[in-house]
Structure formats: C-alpha cells, structure tokens
C-alpha cells in the first residue's frame, strides 16, 4: 500500500471541497471495497476524506411520504428499518443477499452505489483493463468472461456492476441527492445515474469532481409484491450471475430490473410495458441486443428462466 494522507471533514460541503482541491482523492466511511482495491494498488488515493462523521446515518421520511435515506446508513440498519421491510420490501431482500453480514455491517448506501466491478481482469494489474487503465484494452473479452456482461457493454469494456442494492433502488426509482464544493445540492434520478462504458469504461456515474453523495430518496411505496431474486455460484457471499429485482402489481403490470448482466443496473421501459402479457415478452424486451460471449450465453436462458419464476411467484410472495 502507497503512502497517503488523511484528514475528516467537518461539513459534507467542507468533504466535496477538500476532494476536488485535492488531487487524488477519495471519500472513505466503511472503505470495505476501497480498501481492498488500495491493497492492490488498482486505487491510489493521495488523500482519503474521512466523512463518517458527517451525520448522513438517518432514515427519515419526506413530506410526500418518501424515505430519505442517509449516504452512511450501514447496510444492515437499512435491511431492518420497520418501513423499509414493510414499504419497500424489495430494498430489504436485495441487501440482505448481498456480501456477509459483517460486511454488510460496515458498509454504508453510498458506498455500496459506487463500489467497483469485480471483474477479474479489473482486479489483476498485470492484465489490459480500459476501466483501470484507460486505453489498455480489454482482456475480458477475448478472456474468461463467464461472470460478465451480456447487454450494455461495448468494445472497451464488458464489466458488469456488482451491486444488489442499486438494482433495487433502480426498480424504486430512488434520487441521489449530492452536494459539490461550492455547496450547491442536487438529485440524480438514479435512471440517469450510472454511465455505460462506451469508449469510457472508466467513467462509472455522472458525479462532478469532488460531488459528494449525502443521502438516497424513495419516492412514496407503490404497494404490490415486491421480490428480489439472485441466483449465483454459490449460496452465500457470491455476486450475482442473474438478479431479478421486481414491483408486481395486483393489475399484472410492474416494475422489473435484472443485475448480473449489464454494467448498470438493467431496466427497460418497453419490458415492464409487456409484463402483463407475460414472462417471454418482458425477457425479449430486455435483452434485445444482447451480445454474450461463449462463455456467458448461458445468462440468457438463465435471465429468461429467472425473470419467469420471479413472475410466476408473485402472488405468492409477502409484498
């Protein structure tokens, strides 16, 4: 591990300034993937900014009867907050499927947002990665690809984002609501939050330099069966090949999004336009254009299977 220098920031305003005045810098709270990614030396921050004291820990209700969720609720608070098991169920599941408990105990809403691919050539500095080193190439995709993406990617990159959270928050239609140096605020629909890779794998979301993230806005519930749904090597502790994320409604109409195979979470406008006309019609819609490698063709039969058995159960399932 580099050298590096460290300092706590006083205000989130203070945070944002002190990153983008700072070259190289990062925001730390519960650092449970930054830390790993120093370790191998993929990140070198000159500076880390301290913000766990910044009191972004609350989950508060809006005046339209949302929920504001701060940018450091831990991940285990988030997943047994009273409303949000009762209101926005499908948030729940999805945090509880991902990553250990103790893992989960640290890590906080923003950072699980904006953690970084875990595709192995990302990982392995003696390896072309466009994502790590921006022009280098790409050996995922004439490489071991299994675990990567099948809709989204592009020539310069086939990573996929490992976040089970986002994929929830993106059926929830969830706002990121930031703050940059000068003070002045925002909220990003989270539609409009992550970037594919295109020619620039190593842009990941449309934060500004320095933009700090402070807190995650659920629009009021929407009601109906709320489901989340990962299938992965292994029980336990593994990232998801294929995950279902869906809002199904008593009218058979919804919201449904897919994690595992795309560099963002996954979700179509014209596929949830087609769920009442069933499992086959939603899965053509969203993996149109697809374009798996040998070694990851399987995620579409894996994804369709997925999207019907989540689909099919609804109406047995505890919204």
Known sequence: MRVFSYQK??????????????????????????????????????????????????VETTADGGLRIGALVRNTALAAHATVRRDYGVLSRALLAGASAQLRNKATT?????????CPYFYDTNQACNKRVPGSGCSAIAG???????????????????????VAMRVLDAGIDTVR?????????????YRLPGNTPQLETVLQPGELITSVTLPPPVGGTHVYRKVRDRASYAFALVSVAAIILPNGTGRLALGGVAP??????????????????????????????????????????TIAAVMAAAPDQKG
């Open 110 to 118: 923003a950072g699980n947002l904006l953690q970084r691919t875990r």
């Open 144 to 166: 071991f690809s299994r675990p990567l993406a099948i809709v989204g990617g592009s020539e310069a990159c086939i990573a996929t984002h490992p976040s089970d959270m986002a």
């Open 264 to 305: 963002q979470p996954w979700r179509i406008s014209s596929a949830e336009q087609a769920m009442p006309n069933g499992a086959a019609a939603v899965s053509e819609r969203l993996l149109d254009g697809a374009h798996p490698t040998a070694d990851n063709g399987f995620k579409l039969i894996l994804a369709q299977r």
């Open 181 to 193: 140096a000068d003070g002045a605020v925002r909220s990003i629909p989270i539609a409009d939050f």
């Open 9 to 58: 920031a006083a205000t989130p305003a203070e945070a944002a300034a002190a990153a983008l005045h700072t070259p190289g810098a990062r925001f730390i709270a519960g650092g449970t993937n930054l830390l790993d990614l120093m370790k191998l030396e993929i990140e070198t921050p000159a500076d880390l900014i301290d913000v766990n004291g910044l009191a972004l820990d609350k």
